[in-house]
C-alpha cells in the first residue's frame, strides 16, 4: 500500500496500522513523491489525501491515470465537502473517505477495492491444499489452521498470489516487505524457513521450493 499524506502524525499512524494488518505500506508526504513512488512500485492500492501542498491529490490521481497507472486509488477527502468527492471521482479515484473516519474502514474499502484491481484477486486464495483468506487474515492448509505472524501471512500471499512462479528475493521483498526496510539481505531467506516450518514441515510436504539462482517457488500442486 502507499499512504499520501502531509499530515505527518496521521501518515505514520496509517502507515503502522497497515503495517499491523499485514500489509507492506509505504508513506509519502508530498504529491510529488508519490507520483514518483507509484510509477516505480506496483502497489494494491493507493490512499491518497486530496489536500496536500504542491501537488495536491487531485493532481496525483489525474497524472497517475494519464501516465496509464491503474492501481486503485481511495482519496480521504475533507468532511462535508462533496465537490471533492465529484472531483476525484472525474480525476480517476476509484473510492473515497471522508475524514475523519475510522481505520477498519479504512481497511475495509481497501480490501474492497484490492478485490475489484484489474489482475484477479479471488477473496479467497487456493494453491493445492493451502487456502488463504485476505480479509479474515487466516490460512490453512487442508483442514488445519495455519498459526501465522503477519509478515509470514504477508509472505505466504505474495507466493499464493504468483504460484507456480520463481520469485527473486527482491520480488518477495517488494511484495511483503516496506521500501523503509533496508536490510536487504537474508531477510528473505530467514522468513522462508519460518513459513517452511509452519506450512510444510508439520505436514510432512515440500511446498516451497529453492530455485538456485533466483529465488523460491511456491510448486502448484
Ligand atoms: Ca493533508
Redesign the pocket.
Given at each position: 500500500m502507499l499512504v499520501v499524506?502531509?499530515?505527518k502524525k496521521l501518515g505514520e499512524l496509517l502507515g503502522r496500522g497497515l503495517r499491523e494488518e499485514g500489509y507492506a505500506a509505504d508513506v509519502a508526504d508530498r504529491g510529488e513523491a508519490a507520483l514518483w513512488m507509484a510509477q516505480a512500485v506496483d502497489y494494491d492500492a493507493i490512499v491518497l489525501?486530496?489536500?496536500?501542498p504542491g501537488v495536491d491529490g487531485f493532481d496525483v490521481c489525474r497524472r497517475l491515470r494519464k501516465d496509464g497507472v491503474w492501481t486503485p486509488v481511495l482519496m480521504?477527502t475533507a468532511r462535508d465537502a462533496i465537490e471533492d468527492r465529484v472531483s476525484g471521482l472525474d480525476t480517476g479515484a476509484d473510492d473515497y473517505l471522508t475524514k475523519p473516519f475510522s481505520f477498519d474502514e479504512l481497511l475495509a474499502r481497501l480490501r474492497a477495492l484490492t478485490r475489484r484491481a484489474p489482475a484477479e484477486r479471488p477473496a479467497v486464495l487456493e494453491v493445492g491444499a493451502l487456502r488463504l483468506d485476505p480479509a479474515a487474515h487466516r490460512a490453512w492448509r487442508g483442514d488445519r489452521e495455519l498459526d501465522l505472524s503477519a509478515k509470514e501471512f504477508a509472505l505466504l500471499e505474495v507466493f499464493m498470489r504468483r504460484a507456480g512462479v520463481a520469485l527473486t528475493r527482491t520480488q518477495l521483498l517488494d511484495g511483503a516487505w516496506d521500501l523503509a526496510f533496508e536490510s536487504r539481505s537474508n531477510v528473505v531467506d530467514v522468513y522462508v524457513r519460518y513459513l517452511r516450518q509452519k506450512i510444510d514441515r508439520p505436514f510432512g510436504t515440500d511446498s516451497i521450493e529453492t530455485v538456485r539462482g533466483v529465488g523460491y517457488r511456491l510448486r502448484k500442486e
Amino acid at each position: 500500500m502507499l499512504v499520501v499524506e502531509d499530515e505527518k502524525k496521521l501518515g505514520e499512524l496509517l502507515g503502522r496500522g497497515l503495517r499491523e494488518e499485514g500489509y507492506a505500506a509505504d508513506v509519502a508526504d508530498r504529491g510529488e513523491a508519490a507520483l514518483w513512488m507509484a510509477q516505480a512500485v506496483d502497489y494494491d492500492a493507493i490512499v491518497l489525501d486530496v489536500m496536500l501542498p504542491g501537488v495536491d491529490g487531485f493532481d496525483v490521481c489525474r497524472r497517475l491515470r494519464k501516465d496509464g497507472v491503474w492501481t486503485p486509488v481511495l482519496m480521504l477527502t475533507a468532511r462535508d465537502a462533496i465537490e471533492d468527492r465529484v472531483s476525484g471521482l472525474d480525476t480517476g479515484a476509484d473510492d473515497y473517505l471522508t475524514k475523519p473516519f475510522s481505520f477498519d474502514e479504512l481497511l475495509a474499502r481497501l480490501r474492497a477495492l484490492t478485490r475489484r484491481a484489474p489482475a484477479e484477486r479471488p477473496a479467497v486464495l487456493e494453491v493445492g491444499a493451502l487456502r488463504l483468506d485476505p480479509a479474515a487474515h487466516r490460512a490453512w492448509r487442508g483442514d488445519r489452521e495455519l498459526d501465522l505472524s503477519a509478515k509470514e501471512f504477508a509472505l505466504l500471499e505474495v507466493f499464493m498470489r504468483r504460484a507456480g512462479v520463481a520469485l527473486t528475493r527482491t520480488q518477495l521483498l517488494d511484495g511483503a516487505w516496506d521500501l523503509a526496510f533496508e536490510s536487504r539481505s537474508n531477510v528473505v531467506d530467514v522468513y522462508v524457513r519460518y513459513l517452511r516450518q509452519k506450512i510444510d514441515r508439520p505436514f510432512g510436504t515440500d511446498s516451497i521450493e529453492t530455485v538456485r539462482g533466483v529465488g523460491y517457488r511456491l510448486r502448484k500442486e
